[in-house]
């Protein structure tokens, strides 16, 4: 067999293959969102992991000592189990309210009790997150409960302006 066949033998498929490699290269980049894909976020765009409280998120800007991340990290593991019950009950809540909406036929009576319960299950989920929050909120300094409190403030501005700018378009 000659070097050029031999050549040929293999540059026909390493060809086919990189031009399916680069269609789906090409694929996975248009099918981003603009901006990127945001690592927070789930299917359909939606926050994944159970639902912070205000300046919680921010916890890793405020210059924590250790002892400081261990008492939180305490806090936040003596109340995961409640945490988590929490937004199952809030999932199984919309879930049913979700399956109400969307039945065969409309019975208002079982969308407004699926709906009470819903708002029974989120306010149970805030009152819990707010006592994480108090609760962590004793382990910070009074600088560092200063810097939460600006970055909250600079965060509800950003939020602010990105809806403004929803609304433009």
Do not use: C
Not at 35 to 45: E, L, Q, S
Not at 76 to 90: D, I, P, T, Y
Not at 92 to 117: F, K, P
Not at 147 to 162: G, K, L, P
């Amino acid at each position: 067999m000659s070097a050029k066949r031999r050549m040929t033998k293999w540059m026909v498929p390493a060809k086919v293959v990189l031009t399916l490699g680069l269609f789906a290269a090409a694929d996975t980049v248009w099918a981003q969102p603009p901006g990127g894909p945001r690592p927070d976020r789930g299917r359909m765009g939606r926050r994944q992991g159970p639902p912070s409280g205000g300046s919680m998120m921010r916890l890793g800007q405020l210059d924590l000592s250790e002892v400081q991340r261990e008492q939180i990290g305490s806090i936040r593991e003596g109340n995961r189990e409640a945490a988590e019950a929490a937004s199952g009950r809030v999932r199984e809540a919309r879930e049913a309210l979700q399956a109400a909406v969307t039945a065969d036929v409309v019975n208002e009576g079982a969308i407004r009790t699926v709906a009470a319960e819903l708002g029974a299950a989120e306010g149970d989920a805030a009152v819990l997150r707010a006592y994480v929050h108090a609760q962590v909120w004793q382990v910070l300094t009074p600088d560092q409960q200063a810097a939460a409190r600006e970055a909250e403030a600079t965060m509800r501005d950003r939020m602010a302006q990105r809806q403004r700018r929803r609304q433009q378009r």
